[in-house]
């Protein structure tokens, strides 16, 4: 599985930005996209995700109401649409699939195998 990120950017504090993944290889039918974030000397944390199984979403609390992410299972492809982008956005943006995860995984980066390149999002403010 090949994973590609793109839609990085430098903006200013309350614009948007709009990331892409697009996903190729060997897909499973059972797989979770997701969308994880590292700042500078900070760890990797979760953003957001969504199952192909039912489309479910899922956000961390910092991003609900200001992200949305979405796929088109068609072309294999997941988006985030960040809005109100903030400073503390900033971080290098990595799309990742894990396979067969359950609810209580979904967060935790460890689960996923596959992961793209990252794309940096700066927001100053």
């Known amino acids: 599985v090949q994973l590609q990120a793109s839609g990085g950017g430098s903006v200013q504090t309350g614009d948007s930005l709009r990331l892409s993944c697009a996903a190729s290889?060997?897909?499973?039918?059972?797989?979770?996209l997701a969308w994880f974030r590292q700042a500078p000397g900070k760890e990797r944390e979760f953003v957001a995700a969504?199952?192909?199984?039912?489309?479910?979403?899922y956000y961390t609390d910092s991003v609900k109401g200001r992200f949305t992410m979405s796929r088109d299972n068609a072309k294999n492809q997941v988006y985030l649409q960040m809005n109100s982008l903030k400073p503390e956005d900033t971080a290098v943006y990595y799309c990742a699939m894990g396979n067969r995860l359950i609810l209580s995984s979904i967060r935790s980066p460890g689960q996923y195998p596959y992961w793209g390149q990252g794309t940096l999002v700066t927001v100053s403010s």
């Open positions: 969504v199952r192909k199984s039912d489309g479910s979403t």
């Open positions: 290889g060997h897909i499973e039918r059972g797989n979770t």
